[in-house]
């Protein structure tokens, strides 16, 4: 494989460390020519010394303030959207690594899909909200969206040498995430500190709520549907408590392909960085006798609401799954903040997914897709 000049965009978050982890054991492989984060501005000057990027963007003129005369000698120090931009399609980047959290992700994925540059998809988000626009883009520039998040990582590699026709069903597993014991009765007064106790997986704060209330796998059920290219009734979710199997392909002679492995994200980053080349892994090997039992139980989508307005969000089309993905980002922010209960994020989604009605437009323009966008936030942010 030749030296991949690599952009990480979010190199301080969950997902943008491990990237660097993978990238810090294969140094021959990659040349890091951007690194892109918000405020974190402590581990991104140790980032950029130990990387040497030409480009280093952070979220704010704060934080920008607090780099400044401290970045390697020749570092381009950027700021804000324009520096995402910037470190996405004009930093040299062949490979963008899309590790930002939220719809933030949209635009510099967009920016890198224009330039050309491979993309690594983590930022599942960005699919959510504009991916019938990411998808036709990234077509007609011939740019392959690698994906990064573990069950669309897994699938890919299902999928790998099939025949399209072949294709029943993708089958997404879910672990049921932090409060996945409990009733629904039971999550009246739990609190932040509780549901950010994912059982398997060590994440950022924002997917590990997402995974609790179980718009994870709601988000995911739509980014599959833009990365695979099925319809929503060809796309199930089935409870596994363990996040051993990261999902599976059900094809017509009635195979079922898995992709199995203990929960380490620097395997996925790794594929999606290598493909389709498969490298040695610093992750822990499966012992599937010391696992023993695998479980999977039928997804209860009256505990879990939040998954049905997904697929009610999905096949609505147009501008639904902006509004959703919109309303959940806000109010997990409250959330996450302690302005609201656990319980009122479903609630606020709901409120804001029937206000926003019918889909008006089945492929919407992207202008529209941001003022849904900006407009659910605002609904999400008011809503008690
Ligand atoms: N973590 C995981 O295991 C998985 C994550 N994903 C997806 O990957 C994406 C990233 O998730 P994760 O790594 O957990 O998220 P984190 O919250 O851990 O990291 C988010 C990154 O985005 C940066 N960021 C936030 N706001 C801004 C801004 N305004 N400008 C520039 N950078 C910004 C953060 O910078 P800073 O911290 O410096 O503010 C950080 O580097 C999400 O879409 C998530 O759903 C998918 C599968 C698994
Ligand atoms: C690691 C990863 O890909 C996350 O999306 C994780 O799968 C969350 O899992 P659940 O949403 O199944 O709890
Ligand atoms: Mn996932």
């Known amino acids: 494989m030749p030296t991949r000049k690599i952009a990480v965009l979010g190199s301080t978050g969950s997902i943008g460390t491990q990237t660097l982890d993978v990238i810090a054991r294969d140094p021959e492989s990659y040349e890091v020519v951007a690194l892109a984060a918000g405020s974190n501005t402590e581990l991104l000057l140790k980032q950029a010394h ?43 980047a062949d490979y963008v690594v899309c590790a930002l959290v939220g719809a933030l992700g949209l635009r510099s994925t967009l920016a890198a899909i224009d330039a050309g540059a491979a993309i690594g998809l983590a930022n599942k988000e960005t699919l959510v909200t504009a991916g019938h626009i990411v998808t036709k883009r990234a077509a007609v520039k011939g740019v392959r969206l690698l994906p990064i998040d573990s069950e669309h990582s897994a699938i890919f590699q299902c999928l790998n040498g099939e025949d399209d026709k072949a294709i029943k069903r993708l089958l997404i597993t879910a672990s049921g995430g932090s409060f996945r014991d409990r009733s629904r009765e039971e999550l009246v ?38 990365l695979f290219g099925l319809p929503y009734d060809r796309i199930d979710v089935v409870l596994h408590p363990e996040s051993i199997v990261h999902s599976m392909v059900e094809f017509t002679d009635t195979s079922v392909i898995a ?16 493909y389709p080349q498969r490298r040695p892994s610093p992750a822990s090997p499966l012992d599937l006798v010391k696992a023993g039992t695998l479980r999977f139980r039928e997804m209860d989508f009256a505990r879990y609401p939040c998954l049905r307005m997904a697929y009610e969000a999905g096949r609505a089309g147009g501008t639904a799954t902006t509004a959703f993905n919109a309303a959940n980002e806000a109010a997990v922010a409250r959330f996450l903040r302690g302005e609201i209960s656990f319980l009122a994020i479903e609630e606020i989604i709901e409120r804001v997914l029937d206000k926003h009605g019918a889909a008006a437009v089945a492929l919407p323009d992207l202008e529209t897709i941001l003022e849904t966008d900006a407009w659910a936030r605002r609904e999400a942010s008011v809503l008690k």
């Open 189 to 226: 007064g739990v609190t932040v500190e509780d549901a950010l106790k994912h059982p398997n997986w060590s994440m950022g704060a924002k997917i590990t709520i997402d995974s609790a209330t179980m718009v994870n796998k709601g988000l995911e059920v739509i980014e599959a549907r833009w």
């Open 259 to 274: 992709q199995l492995g203990n929960p380490d994200m620097r395997v996925p980053i790794q594929y999606a960085l290598t």
């Open 50 to 92: 130990q990387f040497r990027p030409g480009v280093v963007s952070v979220g704010s003129e704060e934080a920008a303030d607090k780099l400044r005369g401290l970045l390697p000698a020749g570092t381009k120090l950027l700021v804000g959207e324009e520096g995402l931009a910037e470190s996405a399609a004009g930093s040299g």
